[in-house]
């Protein structure tokens, strides 16, 4: 019975209100335009069905918006009930007051307004007008007028710069304006569930036929993010409820929070967050990483990469790249007060003005966020916390993955000039955009090497047709000289080799100089050791056949060929085996060796390079050393009993556990 008085009461308010405010709705010669009208509407509710309240989809609707044109029946429904709760507003009255005052203002800018109107909707509404204005301060008290100047009014209002920024259908309808004057329709009047206007009911009061459906979903996510004074609460199966209060809401709190902070650079945040990344690891890279180098940089003896600060940003105009390059030289040529020497291991990674400006307004947002948390965050209502918390989550996840694309200019010092490179992509994650930035400076740039080829070899002069280099030498070059390329590491340069003394570009020596070389390898597989300093790169040459008769042929373990001088040493090699293959083709297995005989004390080192480390890694059941040692004094200089070396000796062999004697 309540029920049907209400809809009674409606529909009499309806033709009460068309009665009072028209002499006539329609031209003479289209009486059932209004007909055309709701059956237009009523198709596109019936076409969304579960996205409009259920009235909204059946037919009786239709004779709803029939009796109400040329009105839309929420519109009325929504003064006559919301607005004529409140014991100071005259129901009939006040609802034709308000209702005559929108359509004077429609009337009045009908050449101007470029919103289309089958119905007069609650998106039509212009709260600016005078009617309206004192309605709402008079019955929801006059903080409301700040509400609608900051959210809903005019071209400076949250909702007019979203329509602006948008244009089109956005700009010319008033999307954003109009949908947030119908929010602001349904704020008041209510109780609990009833406060506000649900999703479908948003979307009953402000679609048109002649408009995308899907307007209004993008338009009410964009008021939540932007607005000020509204709210959200989830309405079950009407989805949300939205209402506008005149308490700031997250929205104004962070806005005001982020002007405090707006002048902030929060370079030291970025270097901080740059620092926590790179301790993650380096992926693939081989190089070191180094965040905000100082002017005092030590020499870096291997591949780095030197993080720059954000002041030193790659940016459109050229006095901003001329600092960041000058920087980079002064880096590059000193080492605190004296000259570098090393100067061929440092790489770049300098941020770019757009992408800088980005991440340090990520960085704002994160503070602004953290300042509402510390001062407001006992007063926010639960749901506002749990939004808050969300929004901080959120914020410092953006400004993390905001690293990687604001770092995508890798620079390097070649010759006297500086070159860089753009990175055509970024990763969120900084380690992986490293990563990235690795593989495009070695496989697309070429700027890093790996392994120094045949033709480097070639162009950097290290396949000499008399003389030589020292290895320690030719390695140092390609880490001192810009005009070389970089190498990835020193084994960049001693696998290169390796692989040009086997295919017979070059031969390696041993020897304390290039003119007393005691062994000498080429067109086969050797060991180097990078910090050897008898090492020498030499012209290739034809090695001496192998004598299979002679053991003593093979200088190191693994090596096959070359050329060896014979000494005591090396002809005192013998093998207790089974033999190397039986007769019936199995293969032997090693049971022990035996090495003695006499080495020159120039050639004292190679034991331990040779045999004594050799042996110490591999996994042996006994590794016994004994030494002799023999020494005749010279008849022109002879040694007294006393001499403070030999007591040296005798204390020291006392403290080994090994014999001394001396003949007198």
């Known amino acids: 019975m309540n029920r049907i008085l209400r809809l009674s009461q409606s529909l009499f308010s309806k033709r009460v209100v068309r009665a009072r405010l028209f002499e006539s709705i329609t031209p003479p010669d289209e009486l059932d335009y209004p007909k055309k009208v709701a059956e237009a509407y009523q198709a596109m509710y019936a ?25 839309h029946p929420l519109f009325i429904d929504a003064l006559y009930t919301r607005w004529g709760s409140h014991p100071d507003f005259q ?33 039509h509404i212009r709260w600016s007008i005078d009617a309206m204005q004192a309605a709402l301060t008079r019955l929801w008290g006059p903080p409301y007028q700040s509400v609608a100047a900051a959210d809903i009014l005019g071209e400076k209002s949250n909702a007019g710069i979203f329509d602006e920024e948008r244009g089109g259908d956005y700009m010319r309808e008033r999307i954003g304006q109009g949908l947030a004057s119908a929010i602001l329709l349904g704020s008041f009047g209510g109780q609990g569930q009833r406060s506000g206007f649900s999703a479908k009911d948003l979307k009953l009061a402000c679609s048109r036929p002649a408009l995308n459906w899907n307007y209004t979903d993008g338009a009410l996510l964009e008021l939540e993010n932007r607005s ?51 301790k993650k690891g380096s992926g693939g890279a081989t190089w070191r990483v180094i965040v905000n180098p100082e002017d005092d940089l030590p020499e870096q003896k291997s591949l780095s990469l030197l993080i720059l600060p954000p002041i030193f940003a790659w ?9 960041l390059k000058k920087q980079i030289i002064k880096l590059s040529t000193y080492c605190g007060g004296k000259d570098r020497l090393y100067r061929n291991t440092l790489l770049f990674l300098a941020a770019t003005s757009k992408g800088i400006g980005k991440l340090r307004q990520s960085h704002r947002d994160q503070a602004a966020l953290k300042g509402v948390q510390k001062d407001y965050g006992t007063q926010l209502t639960d749901e506002q916390k749990e939004e808050l918390k969300k929004r901080i989550e959120g914020a410092e996840k953006a400004a993390t993955e905001a690293l990687g694309p604001a770092y995508t200019v890798a620079l390097r010092v070649n010759g006297q000039d500086v070159d860089f490179v753009s990175l055509p992509d970024a990763r969120n994650n900084f380690i992986e955009h490293l990563d990235y930035l690795w593989s495009i400076l070695i496989e697309d740039e070429e700027w890093i090497l790996r392994r120094i080829g045949s033709v480097t070899l070639q162009k950097t002069g290290l396949i000499p047709q008399t003389g030589g280099t020292r290895i320690k030498d030719a390695i140092d070059a390609f880490l001192r000289f810009t005009d070389k390329p970089m ?30 070389l005691q062994t000498r390898f080429c067109r086969q597989t050797i060991s180097i050791d990078a910090n050897e300093d008898g090492l020498w790169i030499i012209p290739p040459f034809e090695p001496a056949p192998i004598d299979t008769t002679r053991a003593g042929t093979m200088p190191t373990a693994g090596t096959v060929g070359g050329e060896v001088p014979t000494t005591a040493a090396t002809e005192g090699v013998t093998t207790k085996t089974q033999g190397m293959e039986d007769k019936k083709g199995k293969k032997s297995i090693v049971h022990q060796i035996n090495i003695t005989g006499s080495v020159p004390v120039e050639n004292w080192a190679e034991l331990f390079r040779c045999f004594i480390g050799p042996a110490a890694r591999m996994q042996l059941k006994k590794l016994d050393l004994n030494v002799q040692f023999k020494m005749e004094a010279r008849a022109d200089a002879p040694l007294s009993p006393d001499d403070q070396v030999l007591k040296a000796m005798r204390e020291a062999a006392k403290q080994l556990g090994m014999k001394f004697e001396i003949d007198e």
Do not use: M
Request: glycine share 10%.
């Open 47 to 71: 076409s969304h069905s579960g996205e409009v309240p259920a009235e909204g989809s059946k037919n009786t609707y239709k004779e709803q918006i029939e009796r109400a044109y040329p009105f």
């Open 228 to 278: 000020f004074y509204l709210y959200s609460a989830a309405a079950g199966s009407l989805g949300k409820r939205y209402w506008f209060g005149t308490q700031p809401n997250l929205n104004k709190l962070f806005v005001q929070y982020r002007q405090q902070v707006e002048r902030k650079s929060f370079d030291e945040e970025i270097l901080e967050a740059l620092r926590d990344q790179t």
């Open 315 to 323: 940016g459109e105009d050229e006095t901003g790249k001329r600092s």
């Open 487 to 516: 190498i990835a590491s020193k084994d960049a340069v001693i696998s290169g080799l390796t692989q040009a003394c086997k295919d017979g570009l070059i031969g390696i020596g041993r020897g304390p100089n290039i003119t007393s």
């Open 91 to 123: 129901r009939t009255r006040g609802v034709l007051r308000l209702l005559a005052s929108v359509v004077g203002d429609l009337w009045q800018r009908r050449d101007g307004n470029t919103q289309s109107q089958p119905l007069i909707q609650p998106c």
